[in-house]
């Protein structure tokens, strides 16, 4: 997903205009965002393409300062969030939607591991890891005490553990993808490559990767692998959930199918569907080659 236009117009270079509202907006919008953390990227994407330079990054600090302060939001996950919002929203209207997600995911890691030595305080962080394991998976027993979850606490607690770093990794490429979507959906961002149109145009991931990803996400799920296997399944996963997005999106604007119910159906896929959503973007590559095989015969 490349920019189209090197030379962008004086208009465009300009930059957008300066609003003290819009300011005081998107800092609140990122505060929020922090303290829910799945939606962080979103407020500070609008405010890249919204505000000038560095009103956007200043905007994403006061609201990472809000969501402490303010929202009592935890200290380690807004750090996250603000790492990843911000790395995020600055190069995906710059550079490509892969290499904006890698970075924003060196972020999350790099952030994280800095949380995790901070709170070790010279001790061994693994076992610093381990103990706050333990001490969520004891927490969420207890609040659904009572109530027949089926849960395994034991496997639960183990991928806790050993995939903290792919579990992250995932988080934030799906975090980073709907808030991307949202905006681009509801017509926020306007840069050109940001278009639903550019998206679902320069989305496009190798057969042979998406071959690879998928025996190797089949495996994980049937057989017991190690965790690193099974974590790189679960990464590998998200980057086929986003082209399943993308191939469904284009079979609904082929069909024409009204907004409302794109809206609606989206909303229930990226909720209760993300397995549906692998499958089509395991199916995606034949997909987008038969539509070209087609468009050829026009």
Not at 60 to 75: R, S
Not at 167 to 185: F, Q, R, Y
Request: charged share 15%.
């Amino acid at each position: 997903m490349d920019v189209l236009n090197d030379r962008p117009s004086s208009k465009e270079a300009a930059g957008p205009k300066w609003d003290p509202f819009q300011f005081v907006t998107f800092a609140f919008f990122s505060a929020v965002g922090m303290a829910t953390f799945f939606l962080a990227p979103l407020p500070s994407l609008l405010a890249q393409t919204k505000l000038p330079d560095p009103f956007p990054k200043v905007a994403a600090l006061l609201g990472a300062v809000i969501a402490v302060i303010g929202l009592e939001a935890p200290a380690p996950w807004v750090t996250i969030a603000f790492a990843v919002s911000l790395v995020f929203s600055d190069s995906v209207v710059k550079k490509s939607l892969w290499l904006a997600l890698s970075f924003a995911s060196a972020a999350a890691l790099t952030v994280g591991g800095l949380n995790l030595w901070i709170g070790a305080r010279g001790t061994n962080p693994f076992q610093h890891w381990a103990n706050l394991a333990a001490t969520v998976i004891a927490e969420l027993q207890k609040a659904v005490e009572g109530t027949p979850t089926g849960m395994n606490w034991a496997e639960f607690q183990s991928i806790l553990t050993f995939e903290a770093p792919f579990l992250l990794v995932g988080i934030c490429i799906l975090a980073c993808w709907v808030s991307l979507g949202l905006a681009v959906h509801f017509k926020w961002v306007n840069a050109e490559p940001l278009t639903a149109e550019g998206l679902r145009t320069r989305i496009r991931l190798p057969r042979t990767f998406v071959v690879v990803a998928a025996l190797l996400f089949a495996v994980s799920a049937l057989l017991p692998v190690p965790f690193y296997v099974s974590g790189t399944a679960r990464v590998l996963g998200c980057v086929l959930f986003i082209q399943g997005c993308v191939c469904l999106s284009d079979v609904l604007q082929r069909r024409a199918v009204a907004a409302p119910t794109r809206t609606v159906l989206f909303s229930f896929l990226v909720v209760f569907g993300f397995y549906a959503l692998v499958a089509i973007g395991v199916i995606s590559p034949w997909y987008f080659r038969a539509k070209e095989l087609m468009e050829k015969k026009r």
